[in-house]
C-alpha cells in the first residue's frame, strides 16, 4: 500500500503504471504524428497527459482534481494501457512492443488488488460523483 493512501497499491503495480504511461506520452503522440502531423501529435499528448492527471480517485492520489468513481479510473488507465500496446506495436520495433506487452501483463496482474478496491466503488463514498 502507498504511505497514507487506502488503495491497495504495491511497489511493482505503480512502477509499471509509471513505466506505462511515460510509454503512452511518447509512443501514443508518436503514431499520431504519423497520421496527423505536428498538430495532431500535440492534441494526444495533451490529452493522453490531461486524462490521468485530472481524473483521480480520492483515497488514490493524494491530489485530486476531478473526483472519479473507481470504476471509471480503472476504465482510464486500461485506456491508457490499450494505447501504449498498440501505439508501441506501430511505432517501435517488435521486441520493444512485446516488451510493452509484457509490462501491460505485469501491471495488470501486479494491481489486482488495487483494481478490485477502485472496481468496488472507490471514491464514491470519499467525494466523486
Request: charged fraction near 10%; glycine fraction near 10%; aromatic fraction near 12%.
Amino acid at each position: 500500500m502507498v504511505a497514507g493512501l487506502d488503495n491497495r497499491d504495491n511497489i511493482v503495480s505503480s512502477l509499471t503504471r509509471f513505466i506505462l504511461e511515460l510509454v503512452v506520452w511518447i509512443a501514443g503522440p508518436w503514431a499520431v504524428f504519423a497520421v496527423y502531423g505536428w498538430p495532431g501529435a500535440a492534441i494526444a499528448l495533451v490529452c493522453l497527459v490531461a486524462l490521468p492527471a485530472v481524473f483521480s480517485t480520492p483515497g488514490d492520489k493524494k491530489h485530486v482534481i476531478i473526483p472519479t468513481p473507481g470504476p471509471i479510473r480503472l476504465l482510464i488507465e486500461f485506456f491508457l494501457f490499450a494505447v501504449a500496446g498498440y501505439a508501441a506495436w506501430q511505432v517501435w520495433p517488435i521486441e520493444a512492443a512485446w516488451a510493452v506487452w509484457g509490462a501491460i501483463g505485469v501491471g495488470v496482474l501486479a494491481g489486482m488488488p488495487r483494481s478490485i478496491w477502485l472496481l468496488r466503488g472507490a471514491g464514491e463514498r470519499d467525494g466523486a460523483p
